[in-house]
């Protein structure tokens, strides 16, 4: 079959499968979110922690919450990784040096991923299962957690109270998220990836070598990887491996599990407000990004040319995986960089200029389309605002979105968390650029060399762990500084929006009227994705052109 045939036979069935999926996975997480009981397990672990589950968080007293979990998060799992090599099932490897060992522990806590070190020469398995793959659980049910607080806001009146953290934390692990993991572990077991405790295989290669190819428990920590858009691959190159990515329909299902919750959450959404309507119009504005971003990058990649391979050879092939192809490799990579995943089965930094480009401007656009699990729905809501606050500055009347006016409180919480991450991205970006040390490490200069700092700093500020790998980034600066980009990047967005769902569910409910804008029509969608892709082009075009933009120009 032709390859470009194969490749929207591929998309085309992803896009039906998850349309499919969209109303019971999205039911399903209303239904994890919004129930007035507590399981047995539940309660017990409600009791060992001291909380009562009954009773609710306002807003600042959620955000503490959220900070606290992840300040004990990032200092257990530094300590296990510095630690490491006391532990059992250490695979004879020492600690992590304390910079390696900070980066990677935000990293993890903050749904990042990033990884400045090969994952099988570097981590054991007891701090693979016990410390990163319970960080890939829980740092995407914080971003869940913190979404159906938001949500709250828009859907209560006169109240301060948010829900319960520690509830909403216990409910995603247990009743979304292990369920899911555990049922696809099996899946990908039978389809050939390694699930053992092996410290390696002494094996003799055709060339008549030896090497060491090392086991461990890879599907289960493959699927929370993908479904919780962490990233984090148990083997350096990532879901390139054959032990992490066996088959072409693995890779189809390990790019499903990434877009399954961010593109389902809507629908719980709508039914939290009220409204299915507003979710599908939240829904149709992450899907009309998506889309055009998945055909860009098939376009891009597909037509290869450039310096990486003459365009008469059909595609850009280097750096990609041949069981899997150009254009199933774009997919992935659209979907890791929509997402907050990061996962990779190719190498970006041998993309095509503009196909590198358009990677970057994923995770520019604040991976909202659908984003990361949570963070995407509280990304695009704090997007809407913003639009409702414009369309009503253009018709001359006070906004409203889901009967909560749009003042200047609200504005400045919206504001700054539409600022914070350009600023970490760009002023990183430059403050590395302007090091001499940092220059040191970097394996291209000119546009391709700003690009990959660029494409650095734009991955750890939004959390999304890919990297184009062409510097050297296990060094004192970029482990120290990207860590304070991930951290920063996570945590202050979310005190951000936590802040507005408070101050929206203060409010007491404004009654529609003819002059309302209707949020759920396609004129609202349409000025939804034009307010998006406008913001992000005004913000970082400038440092674009002097990236992929000039090196596909030159």
Same mark, same amino acid.
């Given at each position: 079959?032709?390859?470009?045939?194969?490749?929207?036979?591929?998309?085309?069935?992803?896009?039906?499968?998850?349309?499919?999926?969209?109303?019971?996975?999205?039911?399903?997480?209303?239904?994890?979110?919004?129930?007035?009981?507590?399981?047995?397990?539940?309660?017990?672990?409600?009791?060992?922690? $001291?909380? !009562? *589950? =009954?009773?609710?968080?306002?807003?600042? &007293?959620?955000?503490?919450?959220?900070?606290?979990?992840?300040?004990? /998060?990032?200092?257990?799992?530094?300590?296990?990784?510095?630690?490491?090599?006391?532990?059992?099932?250490?695979?004879?490897?020492? $600690?992590? !040096? *304390? =910079?390696?060992?900070?980066?990677?522990? &935000?990293?993890?806590?903050?749904?990042?991923?990033?990884?400045?070190? /090969?994952?099988?020469?570097?981590?054991?398995?007891?701090?693979?299962?016990?410390?990163?793959a319970v960080q890939n659980f829980v740092s995407a049910a914080v971003g869940i957690a913190v979404a159906t607080a938001v949500i709250r806001g828009f859907a209560r009146s006169r109240t301060t109270q948010l829900g319960n953290f520690w509830v909403d934390l216990t409910r995603v692990v247990l009743r979304l998220l292990l369920p899911i993991s555990v049922a696809f572990?099996?899946?990908?077991?039978?389809?050939?990836?390694?699930?053992?405790?092996?410290?390696?295989?002494?094996?003799?290669?055709?060339?008549?070598?030896?090497?060491?190819?090392?086991?461990?428990?890879?599907?289960?920590?493959?699927?929370?990887?993908?479904?919780?858009?962490?990233?984090?691959g148990f083997y350096n190159v990532n879901s390139a491996h054959p032990f992490e990515n066996p088959t072409t329909w693995t890779n189809f299902i390990e790019i499903f599990l990434i877009l399954l919750i961010p593109i389902s959450l809507p629908r719980a959404f709508g039914r939290m407000v009220g409204s299915n309507k507003q979710g599908y119009a939240i829904v149709a504005a992450m899907g009309v990004i998506a889309i055009l971003s998945v055909s860009l990058m098939n376009l891009s990649q597909g037509l290869g040319g450039g310096d990486v391979v003459p365009a008469s050879a059909g595609a850009a092939t280097e750096g990609t995986e041949t069981r899997f192809g150009v254009l199933n490799s774009a997919?992935?990579?659209?979907?890791?960089?929509?997402?907050?995943?990061?996962?990779?089965?190719?190498?970006h930094d041998s993309y095509t200029s503009f196909g590198g480009g358009i990677t970057m401007f994923n995770m520019m656009l604040g991976e909202i389309a659908p984003g990361g699990v949570g963070s995407g729905l509280y990304g695009m809501l704090v997007i809407a605002v913003i639009t409702v606050f414009v369309a009503g500055l253009m018709v001359g009347r006070t906004p409203e979105y889901l009967g909560k006016k749009i003042g200047a409180r609200e504005m400045k919480f919206a504001s700054l968390y539409l600022l914070t991450t350009p600023a970490i991205v760009l002023v990183g970006t430059a403050v590395a650029m302007a090091q001499e040390g940092p220059r040191e490490t970097m394996n291209n200069i000119g546009a391709h060399g700003f690009s990959e700092v660029l494409y650095a700093y734009t991955s750890a500020g939004n959390n999304n762990g890919s990297a184009f790998a062409g510097i050297g980034v296990d060094t004192g600066w970029y482990n120290t500084t990207l860590g304070l980009a991930m951290l920063f990047g996570r945590l202050l967005p979310i005190i951000f929006v936590l802040a507005l769902a408070g101050s929206l569910a203060q409010q007491q409910p404004t009654p529609e009227s003819a002059g309302t804008l209707k949020t759920y029509q396609p004129l609202f969608v349409g000025m939804l994705v034009g307010v998006m892709v406008i913001v992000v082009a005004l913000t970082f075009l400038p440092a674009l052109a002097l990236g992929p933009i000039a090196e596909g120009l030159s």
């Open positions: 079959m032709d390859s470009t045939v194969a490749g929207v036979i591929f998309v085309v069935t992803l896009v039906v499968l998850l349309a499919a999926a969209y109303r019971p996975v999205g039911d399903y997480i209303y239904g994890v979110m919004t129930p007035a009981k507590h399981s047995r397990v539940e309660r017990g672990i409600y009791r060992a922690i $001291g909380v !009562d *589950p =009954d009773g609710e968080q306002p807003w600042g &007293v959620y955000a503490r919450s959220v900070l606290a979990f992840s300040v004990v /998060s990032i200092l257990f799992l530094f300590g296990f990784l510095r630690l490491q090599g006391h532990l059992l099932m250490n695979n004879g490897l020492g $600690g992590l !040096d *304390p =910079d390696l060992a900070w980066n990677t522990a &935000v990293s993890f806590t903050t749904n990042t991923n990033w990884q400045a070190y /090969s994952g099988e020469s570097a981590m054991g398995h007891l701090v693979q299962m016990a410390g990163l572990a099996i899946v990908f077991v039978a389809a050939g990836m390694v699930q053992n405790f092996s410290a390696g295989t002494e094996i003799t290669t055709l060339a008549g070598n030896s090497q060491t190819i090392t086991g461990g428990a890879v599907a289960s920590q493959e699927v929370i990887k993908e479904l919780g858009t962490n990233g984090g997919t992935f990579a659209a979907a890791t960089t929509l997402t907050s995943t990061g996962s990779v089965n190719s190498f």
